[in-house]
């Protein structure tokens, strides 16, 4: 494909308003592309103005790899801070400014022009599934649900296409110097400003509400204070908490759990009937979500046997951690992709941050996963861009991976 | 003075809106009247149309007999559903009907006068103080200024005329049943629906700040978790509570602390830079409120001992519980007089709530009080009301104790 025509895919792309939401423009959008070049798709609704799209080319081979990116991208917030406004893509000095230029609109048409890119290549000998999904940024639903539909079994790797590098090589070190990144290696040095991730850790949301009865305080004992069965709770957890530090991951490090609003009371004289607080854990493959959260609901169960005590877990989301073996081939392949285009190495770290990946390495734990694509730190911010080479050049990574992934 | 001009006395009191301020129209309507009588008055102003009122007679005695009864009245809540309006007095079958016909334009207007016919009285040979306060239903703000500015240094017994009775024996029966008043005697049936306090708890009302730092929760480390923070102070607090129960009054009690409110963060991916409580203890004389609070500042100075706790003391307010000997005279004077005037035991039991008392009792703890008012159970409600001839009787039964008090 031509440059210019790699450039207006993006651009109108950008174009596309897909904040939290109407996502089928771009799954239509791309489904003509794709019509056009002959590759067979599939549009799976999720809700009203919402769907999910699957592009997939099927050379017979005896296993599949994933290309996944979402259409949809967060709010602009300033929209008066936006040099060119947000949805009005604009080539300046070798950046491309627009919402969704790092998360992810570059990845998704890298990933859509290498897939048409590998069909039109008569020596290519792979199999590969394009996912598009909704909703990725509130709840991965498009991913979740595809997940749930089985689209994810058959996948053998997957490159998830989020923005995996930085601007520069100072910001880069500065991330891994705070800690932002967590690098298996000792040296960051001699590496540049690419990276893409081997892990991320999953998360878990949870909400405990605790109810009791009200009174006046001067009589407390004709009340049930819910606050103080919360509490109660929260002293049970951070035991609990406390044993999971046992478990420990090589790149992703620990179970890390924070109790992050707590919520009960709104007058001084009246004894609370009802608490709640919410709690956030980011997990790792070695201690997974659902063991986390069948642990916390025996604790409430046993605190529930009080009559004094009515605690309720409300599970708000459970994306799980994704990890992928640091001396696998699918990595040591990535390793050479970058190398070989960047003429310098890559560092793979894990990354704080979840992607949709987590629904699929749910449904099928056995996919090799990278986080790979153009963007970089901008994502959400203000005046997001994304190097018009790095989107280029990570059209060429994506066909190396695939290319030798499928030798 | 005759039964009309009494009762024109107590109309004249409703009619004049002071709802949490505006105090000054009440002290000038009384020290109106005194003055019309010859009883000497000073106003002590509190803040802009906030006045104090004390009214003194005396005799040459060798101790001083306090009156007192606040200005303000709580406000009336839904004006509509007032039969009759809330500031305009009706008389029907037998009740005054208003704001404050309870809590407590009935008592203060009683105590009044009281006080202007024993002044008429020659044969009266006693010293009695008219304390009329502002501010008492928010903060007992007046009571606070005039004992500090030594009000209460010579007073040796104190009638507070606030509502002691309920509208009805049943009433009464369901209080005492629920616990709602706490009872010495273990047969309260022998008595009627008439009652009056020889002691309540004190209260002390505060918050607890912690100051943390903030974090995106995929990095809880580099944060300070202000929540866990607080935390871990409620639970040092929650330890100390427990050692208070070996503390125990006959009438009122133990201390009785209760964590009503708390409040913290409000992003789940945040990990929470801020958090407070607001705690209320009742209190007893057996261990008092300046204890308790230099108790608590020093679990908050160890914990702050940490570099990472930033914990905040802030007292919001302290009323002193109120506490008079069971086998005191001025108690045995209250019982004789109540028994003359309705031919039946008046119970002598402990309230729950507070009163002006607490900030007299701070200053002077050698005061003997006790609660004594013909409001009922209406006070702070919709259509609030007092009966007629308990409003009538209160002021015999204050003649016949203070007459006693100085035989």
């Given at each position: 494909m031509e440059k210019s025509e790699k450039l207006s895919i993006l651009d109108d792309l950008i174009k596309?308003?897909?904040?939290?939401?109407?996502e089928e423009i771009v799954a239509n959008y791309l489904k003509e592309l794709f019509d056009k070049h002959d590759i067979k798709t599939e549009l799976v609704k999720n809700s009203e103005n919402r769907m999910n799209l699957i592009a997939s080319i099927n050379n017979g081979a005896d296993k599949v790899l994933g290309f996944t990116g979402h259409e949809d991208v967060v709010a602009?917030?300033?929209?008066?801070?936006?040099n060119y406004g947000p949805f009005n893509p604009k080539h300046i000095d070798g950046k491309i400014f627009g919402r969704?230029?790092?998360?992810?609109k570059s990845g998704l048409a890298g990933l859509a022009i290498t897939l048409i890119e590998l069909n039109e290549d008569k020596d290519f000998k792979g199999n590969i599934q394009f996912i598009a999904t909704v909703g990725e940024e509130i709840g991965e639903i498009g991913a979740k649900q595809l997940s749930a539909a089985g689209?994810?079994?058959?996948?053998n790797a997957l490159i998830v296409g989020e923005p995996s590098n930085t601007s520069s090589k100072p910001v880069m070190d500065k991330l891994t110097h705070s800690g932002l990144i967590q690098i298996?290696?000792?040296?960051?040095?001699?590496?540049?400003r690419h990276a893409f991730f081997c892990a991320h850790k999953g998360s878990i949301d949870y909400k405990i509400k605790s109810r009791g009865k009200a009174a006046h305080s001067s009589m407390?004992?004709?009340?049930?204070n819910a606050l103080d069965n919360l509490i109660t709770f929260y002293n049970k957890q951070k035991e609990y908490f406390a044993t999971l530090t046992a478990y420990s991951d090589d790149v992703l490090g620990k179970t890390s759990p924070s109790v992050t609003i707590m919520n009960s009371g709104d007058q001084e004289n009246t004894i609370p009937d009802f608490a709640e607080m919410n709690v956030k854990i980011r997990t790792?493959?070695?201690?997974?979500n659902d063991k986390l959260i069948d642990d916390l609901k025996e604790i409430i169960a046993k605190l529930n046997e009080s009559p004094r005590m009515s605690l309720e877990f409300e599970e708000k989301s459970s994306n799980w951690p994704v990890k992928t073996d640091m001396t696998s081939d699918f990595l040591k392949i990535a390793h050479q992709s970058y190398e070989e285009t960047f003429e310098q190495g890559a560092l793979s770290v894990g990354a704080p941050g979840g992607t949709d990946a987590s629904q699929f390495i749910k449904a099928n734990p056995d996919i090799d996963v990278i986080v790979a694509?153009?963007?970089?730190?901008?994502?959400?911010?203000?005046n997001e861009f994304v190097f018009e080479d790095d989107y280029l050049q990570y059209i060429e990574i994506y066909k190396k991976i695939a290319n030798k992934y499928f030798e």
């Open positions: 596309l308003k897909t904040v939290n939401g109407n602009p917030v300033n929209e008066d801070e936006w969704g230029t790092s998360d992810m689209y994810a079994d058959h996948l298996p290696s000792p040296n960051p040095t001699e590496y540049g407390p004992e004709a009340g049930i790792i493959p070695e201690y997974n694509g153009p963007g970089n730190e901008s994502a959400h911010q203000v």
